[in-house]
């Protein structure tokens, strides 16, 4: 068994810093890389990709970048976690062999594919058989929306992987997994920790959640003293220093910007936070008010007293369905009075989708550089601003009403207020929305399936 | 003496489908029972009025000098659905620490 594990993020989301990966793997040395690419939306904007092409369905950034890194990662013997897979993740381990074989490493390598994750062939006899997917935050039962339905898939948590890098795995690509199983993972397999340890299991999580946004972890979009965070151009991405007793730090590589401190961590910590007593994933529930945080040294945070209890028998299911469709607009209102302009013609845009009868489910406007993010709450700020972009988006199950909405919005430009700019971009496109709705599954009633093959 | 919450907590925010979460951290250990004290939910409440549509619920952490606070109905629908610019909720943080607080008078 080893003594110290270290697991470094590489991607924090799909479409992170490309160059973040080749930067942890050569900056010094990690046993793991992680990648997460699955937001709550990513499954959806992939489904689309897969419609429109079978081939696709899986974070094809991942593929590029294991391009870059392959011949390190074979070379220093560092092992890669990834949900890249998305709803194809068979697809995916197949751009990864070309990858591999391009570069001359065919041979050197295996690949683990997580799948089972995937229930849309399922659908209907799971609700045959009394299992309602109730919409977790609407209660709504998933059979109101079944005909809209364009994928479904449980959350897997980190065991599937562990058993794919005990079958000798050096690349473990899975489709849904939680961000927190890419990182614990690793540490259940270096560590031989055990499927009821609890308390190190919600460590592993726990170490997971700060890392799994990359950057945001060390010194990236952090608020606290953020005008003296040193040298965010070279930052370096956040890595877990593991030891067995679940006791870690987070750390990153030398001669590396940005800056890991307990206030940092802290603010990692509380994102997209629920109840902090329950954390809850497929591997333990987590309680985050046990955590200990202490400053060990420059870059260097020690995290330590991480309690667990026993992991739900539910999981958490993602359900992905067609929505309706939507359109954003803009315009730029300049100074005098550019709020009032641009809340002006605000109304008179409204006034003539009334006067067109277009029914929406809901039209929003906002008046970016005034009150767009911060609302009322901004608006003493907001009356001399030297100019204000008008925003507009509509909403509705009719395409053709959203698509009559876009062609209303340029009219404005020499038909409404003054001291208007910024449309260079043209005609808003119609975007179909496809939605995400959470559900709860019977554990018992997935099965995760891991295969490894020779790259 | 009456100061923005920013002078003395920070905070970040994100989202979970329709609910917006904001944790805030006490910059100093001896600021975070101000905080528990006038930071309820039913004041978070107010401040957000009319820019949320539920309820707000709030979080105790101690341990991190911290409170977390769910808002109900933030973010017009949420994910792909909203309209919003800050469909995530990303800056309802900075949002939150327009309120003001009562410090009470000490050394410091």
């Known amino acids: 068994m080893k003594n110290r594990v270290r697991v470094a993020a590489g991607q924090g989301f799909w479409g992170d810093w490309p160059e973040a990966p080749y930067r942890q793997v050569t900056g010094g040395p990690i046993d793991y890389l992680m990648m997460d690419y699955l937001a709550e939306v990513t499954m959806s904007i992939l489904q689309k990709q897969k419609l429109r092409d079978p081939e696709r369905g899986y974070a094809t950034d991942f593929v590029q970048q294991m391009e870059r890194i392959l011949p390190v990662v074979v070379k220093r013997g560092i092992k890669v976690t990834a949900n890249a897979g998305g709803v194809n993740p068979h697809g995916c381990a197949a751009a990864v062999t070309a990858a591999a074989r391009r570069l001359g490493l065919a041979g050197t390598l295996r690949i683990g594919v997580v799948t089972g994750d995937d229930l849309l062939g399922r659908l209907d006899a799971l ?47 899975t489709g849904r997994v939680t961000d927190t199983g890419l990182t614990l993972a690793p540490l ?39 005008p003296r965070v040193p040298d ?27 800056r890991i401190s307990v206030a940092g961590v802290t603010e990692q910590l509380v994102y997209e936070m629920g109840d902090p007593r329950e954390y809850i994933t497929p591997d333990c529930v987590a309680d985050f008010t046990t955590i200990a945080l202490r400053q060990a040294g420059k870059d260097r945070v020690r995290v330590a007293g991480i309690k667990g209890r026993p992991a739900t028998d539910q999981l958490k299911v993602s359900v992905a369905y067609a929505y309706g469709y939507k359109a954003v607009g803009t315009l730029v209102y300049a100074w005098p009075d550019a709020l009032k302009k641009a809340q002006d013609a605000d109304r008179i845009l409204r006034r003539r989708l009334a006067d067109l009868k277009l029914a929406f ?52 430009i020499l038909n409404g207020p003054p001291s208007v700019t910024g449309f260079a971009a043209g005609r808003p496109k119609p975007e179909e929305i496809v939605a995400y709705w959470p559900a709860l599954l019977d554990k018992r009633l997935v099965e995760p399936k891991v295969e490894v093959i020779a790259a | 003496m009456k100061v923005r919450l920013l002078d003395i907590a920070h905070a970040r925010s994100g989202d979970k489908g329709d609910t917006a979460n904001v944790g805030v951290i006490a ?26 549509k539920g309820n707000v619920e709030r979080f105790e952490l101690p341990n991190l000098r911290a409170l977390n606070f769910l808002l109900h109905g933030a973010l017009d629908g949420g994910g792909t659905i909203s309209l919003k610019t800050d469909a995530q909720g990303k800056v309802l943080s900075t949002a939150l620490l327009r309120l003001e607080i009562d410090l009470p008078r000490r050394k410091r």
């Open chain 2, 27 to 52: 910059r100093k250990a001896e600021d975070y029972p101000v905080l528990v004290r006038q930071l309820t939910a039913a004041r978070v409440a107010r401040h957000f009025r009319g820019m949320i």
């Open chain 1, 127 to 173: 609700i045959a058989r009394g299992h309602d997917l109730r919409n977790m935050d609407t209660g709504r039962p998933l059979r109101d929306i079944r005909d809209r339905v364009l994928s479904a898939n449980a959350y897997l948590g980190a065991w599937p992987l562990v058993s794919a890098l005990r079958n000798g795995a050096d690349v473990v690509i």
């Open chain 1, 232 to 258: 965010l151009a070279n930052v370096g991405y956040p890595i877990v220093d593991a030891r067995p007793d679940g006791t870690f730090a987070i750390v990153k590589h030398p001669r590396t910007g940005g």
């Open chain 1, 188 to 226: 259940i397999h270096a560590f031989d920790w055990r499927e009821d340890a609890w308390d190190l299991l919600a460590a592993g999580t726990v170490a997971g959640h700060i890392i799994e946004c990359g950057a945001q972890a060390s010194g990236g979009n952090s608020l606290v003293d953020w």
């Open chain 1, 361 to 412: 489910e809901a039209i929003h406007t906002e008046f970016v550089g005034a009150t767009a993010t911060h609302g009322r709450l901004a608006a003493a700020d907001a009356r001399e601003a030297p100019e204000v972009q008008l925003r507009i988006g509509v909403r509705g199950p009719d395409r053709a009403a959203v698509d009559r909405f876009t062609r209303e919005l340029a009219p404005l």
